[in-house]
C-alpha cells in the first residue's frame, strides 16, 4: 500500500534552515507528481509547493524564494529545503501523492519556528 513517512521536522529559530525528507513507497513514485502541504494550528490545510515528474516545481506566494521542493526518483525521496523561517512557517508538514493536496498523504512531521 501508499506510505509516505516524513522526517526532519524540529525547533528552529527564526531565520534557520532546514530540510524536510519524504520516504514514499508502495507505489511508482517517478510518475507521480509530488506536493508539500502544511496545517498550522488551528488552521486549514495549506498547499506549499509541488514537484512535477520532470521536476517543474511550483510555489505558494507565501514560501516562494525561501522554500525548495526536490525530488530523487532513484531513491523514492522528496524534499523540501526551507530557508529564511519565519514563525508563521511553524505547522505540521505532510509530504502528499499527487499535485496540491495530493490523494494520499503521510503522518506529518512538526516544524515549530520560535526563539
Known amino acids: 500500500q501508499v506510505q509516505l513517512v516524513e522526517s526532519g521536522g524540529t525547533l528552529v529559530q527564526p531565520g534557520g534552515s532546514l530540510r524536510l525528507s519524504c520516504a514514499a513507497s508502495?507505489?511508482?513514485?517517478?510518475?507521480?507528481?509530488m506536493s508539500w502541504v502544511r496545517q498550522a494550528p488551528g488552521k486549514e490545510l495549506e498547499w506549499v509547493s509541488s514537484?512535477?515528474?520532470?521536476?517543474?516545481?511550483r510555489y505558494a506566494d507565501s514560501v516562494r524564494g525561501r522554500f525548495t521542493i526536490s525530488r530523487n526518483s532513484v531513491r523514492d525521496m522528496l524534499y523540501l529545503q526551507m530557508n529564511s523561517l519565519k514563525p508563521e512557517d511553524t505547522a505540521v508538514y505532510y509530504c502528499?501523492?499527487?499535485?496540491?493536496?495530493?490523494?494520499?498523504r503521510g503522518q506529518g512531521t512538526q516544524v515549530t519556528v520560535s526563539q
Open positions: 502528499a501523492r499527487g499535485q496540491n493536496f495530493g490523494d494520499q
Open positions: 508502495g507505489f511508482n513514485f517517478p510518475i507521480f507528481a
Open positions: 514537484i512535477s515528474p520532470n521536476g517543474n516545481t
